[in-house]
């Protein structure tokens, strides 16, 4: 064999004209750096210009393709098809339990739609964060959570660019009751039970510039779609704004032992087409779950082994191991659907969009959805938390930009910012008499991705290089105004408990990034090209 293999280099040494002994030098291809579109945010599509400055330096030919934010997403998730995303998670309050930004680093969730399009595979993390998942002690938990990202750090998967501040905004002479969550703002769940109109108009107006990826709850891959559906789709319990387990659907959830969750309905409960909610309508939508191939809640739903039904309000989930976030985080983040409805649905991912139903259970019910222009839910009167709520609905108004949501709420066209404010319009809008501006810290993260399967970007060194190369100090600073935070892992600082201050960081130095590169074996032409 060795003889063979020294033959078959003499040959490729004479036939590239080049001394025996000398390696054959393969140049890098260009790099493309998906990103979203400046009227969408301007603040990933100019960071992304930043980045691409930068590694043209290390002797890269890199282009930026801002993308329309659904064909972005179905690229990055669906496809994966990309060497390089921009994007980002947000922090949704069920996310301060590190299960779900962890799994976003796990292999199982590696396939198409789910939560780790780059590819990310490591068994040694695999196998601790399946064990950290299985913990209920906190404190052993907490330090499998730091071991986890530090495996994580040094193999750099991806870079985490920054936490920003969610800086919102609200009229605060039509609504009052507003209460703001860490991560999530004034467009959580709990706003609409909450806000009491101070007008004869009750129905409240929230304005973004995202439109939901997808009202299908068996297909839609980002929070902007779920922060609406989550009003119409009732879950067995909620967390609370200060992050509190809250029975919901459910009467009474008990653990029969470490594996085994029994969960009581409530009496009288009622989907929105008057049919009765029952343990059936439970164990049918998280089997629907389990056995499709939606990957969005892939991390929640691993450990599940079947779902029992006890009596017709009584369910028992059984697990394949004991689980610590399953009763606190999962059966607050699954939707209940209704299985009169969804089982004569044999291919629920390819619905058209007119086919999709939307019946659910929750405190409104769905009314009217136009794409990239509008959407409208009615209070439902039946529902058991509607004497509480003092809004008869509510409604969001898509913007073509943060410009356009900006102007609307100073105008009076909407009562509430959903996507935080720009920089420059922060001290606009604390001018206004009429407005509150709110700011929460945020555990949610924008990053920037690299694909593992691609050719060099499967290369750790060459992760590492360009992660090196990257200034995140310069994004906060200069295109955030300072209100953010510079990122280091998937667990934001601000989520003290469950972040590692320790890991390795990845410091902007463009010479330390050469240096990694040409250790690992790259070299440079004539012209300055990166070559291997």
């Known amino acids: 064999m060795f003889r063979t293999a020294t033959i078959s280099r003499i040959a490729l040494c004479a036939a590239l004209g080049l001394p025996l002994g000398a390696q054959a030098q393969t140049a890098l291809p260009p790099i493309e750096i998906l990103t979203t579109t400046e009227a969408y945010d301007p603040i990933r599509y100019e960071g992304a ?47 301060l339990d590190p299960q779900f930004y962890l799994g976003t680093l796990a292999t199982e969730n590696a396939k198409p739609g789910a939560n780790n399009p780059g590819g990310y595979s490591n068994p040694e993390y695999d196998e601790l964060f399946a064990a950290q998942a299985r913990e209920f002690d906190p404190a052993k938990r907490q330090e499998m ?13 991806l870079v985490i660019l920054f936490h920003r501040d969610e800086v919102v905004a609200y009229n605060k002479t039509t609504f009052e009751g507003m209460e703001a969550m860490a991560g999530e703002a004034l467009y959580s769940e709990w706003v609409p ?17 995202q439109s939901p990826d997808n009202i299908n709850p068996m297909l839609a891959n980002t929070v902007w779609a779920w922060k609406w559906m989550r009003l ?71 450990v599940l082994d079947n779902v029992e039904i006890v009596d017709d309000l009584t369910v028992r989930f059984n697990l394949k191991a004991p689980s610590a976030p399953f009763a606190s985080i999962t059966l607050s983040q699954i939707s209940i659907l209704p299985k009169h409805i969804w089982e004569k649905i044999e291919k629920p991912m390819e619905l058209a969009p007119a086919d999709i139903p939307t019946v659910g259970s929750g405190p409104f019910k769905f009314n009217q959805y136009t794409p990239g222009e509008f959407m409208k839910l009615d209070k439902f009167e039946d529902h058991f938390h509607a004497d509480q709520i003092a809004v008869d609905g509510v409604e969001f108004q898509i913007f073509a930009d943060s410009e356009g949501v900006f102007t609307g709420i100073q105008t009076g066209q909407i009562d509430v910012t959903a996507w935080r404010m720009e920089a420059g319009q922060i001290p606009l809008a604390e001018q206004n008499d009429k407005l509150a501006v709110v700011s929460v810290p945020d555990f949610g993260y924008y990053h920037m991705t690299y694909n593992l399967r691609k050719p060099f970007f499967d290369d750790t060194a060459f992760r590492r290089a360009l992660t090196r190369a990257v200034d995140r100090e310069r994004i906060v600073n200069v295109l955030l ?42 070299s440079w032409s004539a012209e300055g090209k990166l070559q291997k």
């Open 49 to 95: 210009y930043i980045i691409a400055e930068a590694w043209k330096s290390l002797g890269l030919d890199v282009t930026v393709s801002p993308t329309e934010f659904s064909t972005l997403l179905n690229k990055f998730y669906d496809q994966q098809d990309f060497s390089v995303v921009v994007s980002g998670w947000s922090g949704r309050v069920d996310r």
């Open 145 to 157: 959570v730091h071991k986890l990202q530090e495996i994580a750090a040094p193999d750099a998967p």
């Open 232 to 302: 119409y789709y009732d879950r067995l319990v909620r967390l609370t704004p200060d992050v509190e387990v809250k029975n919901w659907m459910a009467e009474s959830v008990t653990a029969v032992d470490d594996k085994t969750i029994e969960v009581k309905l409530r009496e009288g409960l009622k989907f929105h087409d008057g049919m009765p909610v029952t343990s059936a309508d439970v164990k049918f939508s998280y089997d629907y779950l389990v056995n499709s191939d939606y990957g969005y809640f892939n991390s929640y739903l691993a």
């Open 193 to 209: 039970m909450e806000a009491k109109p101070l007008t004869e108009r009750k129905t409240l107006r929230y304005g973004g510039p």
């Open 481 to 522: 105004d300072g209100r953010g935070e510079v990122g280091s892992g998937v667990i934001a600082p601000v989520n003290t408990f469950w972040h590692n201050a320790f890991t390795e960081r990845f410091d902007f130095d463009i010479e330390a990034a050469k240096e990694e590169l040409k250790a690992a074996g790259y």
